[in-house]
């Protein structure tokens, strides 16, 4: 809101008038999130006590500790509310994020895989689970996540432009395919928050190693 004096009285009082309403409570600490993190956290806390609530307000709780750098906090917490909402492939994700931060690296893809099977549509969840794999070298297993991306987001220039990365990297027998990659990627309409400039800068390295790519 950009009230944010008007809005804070309005949550207190709604609060005064129904201290019984959880969902009013929730808005309030998401609200207080980013203004006052602690107080936000002791109402959350109360919160994820109670079962039916237990997902939302840990997502909230999540988002607070990872920005604290809380990471074994946090790791608990998703732990205790996969036990409650086991088919969550956001607290899994979540999770994963936290034991990867805490160095728990092989759990962290346990629970990012746990989170893509649950679903394999959401590519977001598969890109995370990829990188990670190609920094900790399970190349071959991010290979597959790399590509089935391309597959669920084919018109996204950011998958082509991991895949043509991922490829310069460590397939060096694959670099044609690459700059095919990353040429897609250039073409593409812009999405998410990869810019022109460093797939630009990738297929000027791979055309200085493969020459200028031939036309079909």
């Known amino acids: 809101t950009n009230r944010p004096v008007e809005a804070l009285y309005d949550y207190q009082k709604a609060i005064e008038l129904n201290p019984e309403e959880i ?3 929730i808005y309030y600490a998401q609200f207080l999130s980013e203004r006052q993190p602690d107080k936000a956290m002791e109402i959350l806390e109360l919160i994820w006590q109670i079962d039916n609530y237990k997902s ?6 999540n988002n607070i500790l990872t920005e604290r750098g809380e ?3 946090c790791g608990e917490v998703m732990k205790e509310t996969i036990k409650v909402d086991p088919n969550n492939a956001y607290l899994w994700m979540s999770l994963g994020g936290c034991q990867f931060n805490t160095g728990n690296r092989n759990e962290a893809i346990t629970s990012m895989a746990k989170a893509v099977a649950l679903m394999p549509e959401k590519g977001p969840y598969r890109g995370q689970l990829a990188r990670i794999m190609e920094k900790l070298g399970r190349l071959d297993e991010a290979e597959t996540h790399f590509r089935k991306l391309i597959e669920i ?3 996204n220039p950011v998958v082509h432009f991991w895949l043509a990365q991922f490829l310069t990297n460590h397939r060096p027998e ?3 395919e690459a700059l095919k990659e990353a040429q897609i990627a250039l073409d593409l309409p812009a999405k998410g928050r990869i810019s022109k400039e460093p797939i630009e800068e990738l297929i000027n390295k791979l ?3 493969t020459g200028p ?3 079909n």
Do not use: I, V
């Not at 939302?56 to 709780?61: G, I, P």
């Open 56 to 61: 939302f307000s840990a997502m909230l709780m």
């Open 207 to 209: 055309q200085s190693q």
């Open 71 to 73: 990471f074994q906090k």
């Open 174 to 176: 694959n670099l044609a």
């Open 213 to 215: 790519e031939q036309p």
């Open 153 to 155: 987001e084919p018109d």
């Open 23 to 25: 969902s009013t409570k």
